[in-house]
């Protein structure tokens, strides 16, 4: 079946750009999560949905980074004013509820900020 | 907070070597432990996972251990293949949901 898709692959875009960042998890899953992969860096957990709960917003690094999940299924992550720093992979993953750790990643999308 | 160390890449092994990446873990609780893989051009993906001491995840060959008294969970494989050149990540899923990655280590099998 259809894994996690992420859109756009790659997203070059100017300091002060907002951006909106697109994952569609796999059907039926009802977690998801975002991360964000910097240069050196492990993968920093950002932001989580489960079901109807509220999300899990304690790994957002500020507040010009939010997400939403329409429908309990596809989420967009925005980033406004976007800084050089901003500048990495973003992962999306899904999961069923009854495995949580168990993570389906997608393939992520790179954003340059420059 | 939790935390995950593991050993730095990169590393490059010939074909049928014994690899050893070393992972070590703070964490409050019982963390349940696992190893991705991320394969050239793919998404990342689980290898194995323990939820418990003293647990062996295996797959695909390699194996590791959850050593609560070293706070270690070591992935090996006894004879790699060049089709295990990938980027591994340690990690940690804590009492909730949330998972804590290491920076990953780059493997390069050659033939």
């Known amino acids: 079946g259809a894994g996690v898709s992420q859109s756009p692959s790659n997203k070059v875009t100017e300091k002060g750009k907002d951006v909106e960042l697109r994952c569609d998890p796999i059907s039926g899953h009802t977690a998801l999560y975002w991360y964000r992969q910097s240069l050196g860096q492990g993968l920093e957990f950002l932001i989580y949905?489960?079901?109807?709960?509220?999300?899990?917003k304690s790994g957002l690094p500020s507040d010009r980074f939010s997400a939403e999940r329409t429908g309990g299924s596809v989420s967009t992550l925005t980033i406004q004013r976007t800084q050089q720093e901003d500048s990495a992979v973003y992962l999306c993953?899904?999961?069923?509820?009854?495995?949580?750790?168990?993570?389906?990643f997608g393939p992520g999308t790179r954003l340059t900020v420059t | 907070g939790d935390s995950v160390t593991q050993m730095e890449g990169p590393v490059t092994l010939s074909e049928e070597a014994f690899l050893t990446i070393n992972c070590t873990y703070t964490?409050?609780?019982?963390?349940?432990l696992f190893w991705y893989v991320q394969y050239p051009g793919e998404g990342l993906q689980l290898l194995l996972k323990a939820t418990k001491a003293d647990d062996k995840g295996s797959n695909k060959g390699f194996e590791a251990t959850y050593r609560k008294e070293t706070t270690s969970f070591h992935l090996e494989k006894g004879s790699v293949q060049v089709s295990d050149s990938a980027v591994y990540f340690c990690l940690i899923g804590g009492s909730n949901y949330k998972l804590t990655f290491g920076k990953g280590t780059l493997l390069t099998v050659n033939p």
């Open positions: 993953a899904s999961s069923p509820e009854t495995a949580s750790y168990e993570q389906y």
């Open positions: 949905f489960q079901g109807n709960s509220a999300p899990d």
């Open positions: 964490a409050t609780g019982y963390p349940s």
